[in-house]
């Protein structure tokens, strides 16, 4: 069984998505850490709330990003993690993470990458009126948002949209193509092959 270690910064509704999948038997693994650089994230309530480690990283106890990342690094591997999710992490990921875990960490982005990459990927396209936008979930490495694709959904803009409209329908997405993706990983039905990632069908 796959052990996942999940970095949130925010509410944590993919964690619970991802919770909810590995408690339904969707997902052949568990979330065996979950970790934040926010005190306050929510998230952390609700990985206490499944019986999972909830771990308060701040970085402004370190000196500097190595040393934050390698604090994350050390709480990952303290949990035996094998993969490692960004769930609404909103850090950069240091080396000290990413070569730990090569093609391991996982990453969700409210966009169809290579557009729109970075922080506001919804607010972006939406600024910039694309009829279609969407959801993707990558392998991450150390460029924002540029590494291998495991799995896209587009998601039409609708003449009568808001940003917040349009948000609610990307987070449904979202709770959907990252549990699938994981589920896949989990699986052993992914392969990397330089910037193709391969998903075989169940």
């Known amino acids: 069984m796959i052990r996942f270690g999940v970095l949130i910064s925010g509410s944590g509704t993919n964690l619970q998505a991802i919770i909810d999948a590995c408690a339904a038997g969707e997902i052949a693994g568990k979330v065996a850490v979950v ?16 019986g999972i480690p909830a771990v308060h990283i701040d970085p402004k106890a370190f000196a500097g990003a190595a ?3 390698a604090a994350v690094r050390f709480a990952l ?11 609404g992490y909103m850090k950069l990921l240091g ?8 093609m391991r960490v996982v990453n969700i982005h409210p966009a169809l990458l290579p557009s729109f990459a970075g922080a506001h990927g919804i607010r972006d396209a939406f600024a910039h009126g694309v009829k279609v936008t969407g959801v993707t979930v990558h392998f991450a490495n ?7 694709i495991i799995a896209q959904e ?17 987070h449904e997405v979202e709770h959907r193509l990252l549990p699938a993706a994981l589920a896949a990983i ?8 330089g910037r193709r ?4 069908a169940r």
């Open 35 to 50: 970790i934040s650089n926010k005190e306050d994230a929510f998230g952390l309530e609700r990985a206490r709330r499944a």
């Open 67 to 69: 040393a934050y990342n």
């Open 77 to 87: 591997q303290t949990h035996a993690v094998d993969y490692v999710v960004m769930a």
């Open 95 to 102: 080396a000290a993470v990413l070569e730990a875990y090569p």
């Open 142 to 148: 150390e460029i924002f948002d540029e590494g291998p």
């Open 154 to 170: 587009a998601v039409p803009v609708l003449e009568d949209d808001t940003i917040d409209t349009l948000e609610a329908r990307i």
């Open 186 to 193: 989990a699986d052993g039905r992914v392969a990397v092959e």
């Open 197 to 200: 990632v391969r998903v075989a």
